[in-house]
């Protein structure tokens, strides 16, 4: 218990500790690299002493420090690839969420910086996507469905081959008239995938679903997706529709945050 500015607690050497339990104290924890990479290894042997809160808190505890200049990013880096076998929804949130700020932190970085990122979000994301797959089963709870859709998109926007080819495919059948291709609970994936990686008439067909859906989170579906396009023509083109009467105004907000 600490009662005072410092203290110091005895270990034996090399063993094996973790700080604040279910990360229940509002406090940041910084571990040596030595302990850092014995508590990865641990992870990765999902070993049952670190539970799925201490997880999520290992890593908004290093994302945390690595943002702020207290850790090396390539601590933060080394943690995450020991969440290669990972199965917790809440935890792969917390995974997604600490590589798209590494990716916002370091967006001005050369493209072959920024493709060396896109590899390493692959090999955290592509496994588990390949795993789930893209159709519901008859098992799927709440978690199941909302991971497929986390891990379809992270791996489909960091370029996993396999997944672009069957969110495209499936785009084109849902759009030809097969409203069965695509499954509500990943349409929002394979939307972003398709305009991330796909030409000007992918935008278009996308654009079009947003205006003749007729569901809340179908159109949010669309505007999240669109708002990920890199072509300058069209995010002009997009600017200019989200101050424009087509867009109600508690959507603007859908088009500026993306």
């Known amino acids: 218990m600490l009662t005072g500015d410092s203290t110091t607690v005895k270990l034996d050497k090399g063993g094996h500790y973790k700080v604040n339990t279910d990360y229940n104290g509002f406090f940041r924890t910084a571990y040596p690299p030595a ?42 880096l080394g943690l995450l690839e020991s969440f290669e076998d990972e199965d917790q929804y809440v935890v792969w949130v917390a995974i997604a969420e600490r590589v798209n700020v590494i990716s916002s932190v ?4 050369p493209a072959d910086f920024q493709k060396a990122l ?19 089963k008859a098992s799927d709870d709440y ?12 791996a489909g926007c960091a370029g996993d081959e396999e997944v672009v080819k069957e969110a495209k495919k499936r785009f084109a059948d849902y ?14 994936a394979a939307f972003e995938i398709v305009v991330l990686h796909g030409d000007e008439a992918d935008f ?12 809340t989170d179908q159109k949010l579906a669309a505007i ?3 708002t990920t396009v ?16 087509e867009v109600k105004a508690q959507d603007i907000g859908y088009f500026f945050g993306g």
């Open 35 to 76: 302990a850092l990479a014995r508590i990865s290894e641990s992870i990765k042997a999902k070993d049952p002493l670190f539970t799925s809160s201490d997880r999520v808190g290992l890593l908004a505890d290093l994302g945390a420090l690595s943002k702020s200049g207290h850790v090396k990013t390539s601590s933060l």
């Open 106 to 109: 370091f967006y001005e970085q």
């Open 118 to 136: 896109e590899k390493f979000q692959r090999s955290l994301f592509s496994k588990a996507a390949a795993k789930l797959g893209w159709e519901t």
């Open 143 to 154: 978690r199941s469905t909302l991971l497929r859709k986390l891990l379809l998109t992270n």
């Open 175 to 188: 759009t030809g008239g097969n409203t069965e291709a695509l499954n509500q609970n990943v349409q929002s």
């Open 204 to 215: 278009e067909k996308v654009l079009k679903c947003w205006r003749d859906a007729t569901a």
């Open 224 to 226: 999240g997706a669109l």
């Open 230 to 245: 890199q072509n300058e023509a069209l995010i002009q083109q997009l600017l200019k529709i989200s101050i424009s009467d």
